[in-house]
């Protein structure tokens, strides 16, 4: 499958794609069930950060779970988590969310639309709400939710050729999933190149793989 063009990643282009009235199917929308705990209401963000030069290099904002959380602890993230009573909606839960894990004020957000509820094998009914994000803020991640905070960029993500699928027999069944594995080189003050793997995988790469068809989708069918 092509890589999403790259104009269709800039903000303008981002905008339209979620105000047309596309005819798409979300690839994945749900794990098998591991959990017998009530089924809970979520909300992530997917943060579009624009960097560069009239925002024509966007990154995508991400999250390591602290090591000690009782769920996908250590695992590459949305900031987000599990819906309020005082939350007004999915968005309201996203941004809410985004603020308390990494300090990401409202103010530098943009809300463009939300992606189809995914559901995980944990039991959380996940909304996705996508949003472009300006790049003058200063992140103040919560240790106790977060270990680490790091951008990919969004072209690598949306080019399938950097997709991988996985099959493996669990519980007498099968379970499929997608992983992005991405190089991230970091360049040291002695100038050497420290080269780290971010794996991302499970139910962050399946809604990443959900994106990838929204942006892929045939306008006019």
């Not at 009530?38 to 997917?46: C, E, I, N, Q, S």
């Not at 999250?63 to 939350?87: C, L, N, W, Y």
């Amino acid at each position: 499958m092509p890589a999403v063009s790259p104009e269709l990643l800039h903000p303008d282009a981002l905008r339209a794609r979620f105000q047309q009235n596309l005819a798409w199917q979300p690839e994945v929308e749900r794990e098998p069930s591991f959990s017998d705990r009530t089924p809970a209401k979520a909300a992530v963000l997917v943060p579009i950060v624009m960097r560069g030069a009239h925002a024509t290099e966007p990154t995508l904002l991400l999250t390591r779970r602290a090591a000690h959380m009782s769920t996908h602890s250590g695992q590459i993230a949305f900031p987000g988590g599990k819906v309020d009573p005082e939350d007004a909606d999915m968005q309201a839960t996203a941004l809410r969310e985004a603020q308390e894990e990494v300090g990401l004020h409202p103010r530098h957000v943009q809300v463009l639309g939300e992606l189809p509820l995914y559901v995980t094998g944990t039991a959380f009914w996940v909304t996705p709400v996508v949003a472009l994000v300006t790049p003058d803020f200063d992140l103040t991640p919560n240790r106790d939710e977060v270990d680490d905070v790091f951008e990919v960029p969004l072209s690598f993500l949306m080019n399938p050729a950097h997709h991988r699928r996985h099959n493996v027999d669990w519980q007498g069944s099968q379970r499929t999933w997608f992983s992005m594995p991405y190089l991230e080189h970091q360049h040291l003050p002695s100038g050497e190149v420290q080269t780290h793997e971010r794996y991302i995988w499970g139910a962050t790469a399946a809604m990443l793989r959900n994106f990838y068809r929204f942006l892929a989708a045939n306008p006019n069918p």
